[in-house]
């Protein structure tokens, strides 16, 4: 595709104004000096590099928690919302977070789940009901866990772990006992709450 300032300026700015970027944060996550694009609007036969459409790609990746593309701020793709997966729950339901910056990978949110977080299925805890590599979409909701009762939820432990567990009720108010999906594993029981996140859609991955 040949280059086009007028045409690369009208869709940066359409990028800026659907994600909020402004341009001193966005220069400072990308590496670049401050006034890089102020330079590039205003210096009519500036040209912006590859190298420097990169970093800004990288930039508006990490202010913008989701993967974003040279091509993109380029108007030269779709706006597709990704959202990273940081987490991955394996033996026991147990979620295990990913340190570090860089997530485990990069997947397109499901619709409606731009706010969403991914959790990766690692090896067989799971099955029969998810696999390995199944993607999970969940978000953390501080309410009521009772109104999620005999839902497969995340289940954030008070002081304590992460799991994915079939939520019942505990023998006490307020508790609850957490099945495992692999029967392999005893439940937890009359466990405090923090917060949950219902699993709101499943992403099957394909099987080798």
Known sequence: MAYDKTKFLAALDRFQRATGLKDFPWEIASELGEGTL???RTSPNRSM???????????ASKLLERKITAAEIRGEADMIALVPVRSFVGAGDEITPIDGDEPIDWVQAPPGMEEAEATEVRGRSMIPLYHDRDLLFHRRMETDPARFRDEVVVAQVKNGKRYVKLLQPGTRRGRFRLVSINPSFAPLEDQQ???IGPIEWVHKRRRT
Do not use: Y
Request: charged share 40%; glycine share 6%; proline share 0%.
């Open 193 to 195: 709450l923090d917060w």
């Open 49 to 59: 590099r590859t190298e420097t459409c990169e970093k800004l790609a990288a930039g």
């Open 38 to 40: 102020r330079r590039f």
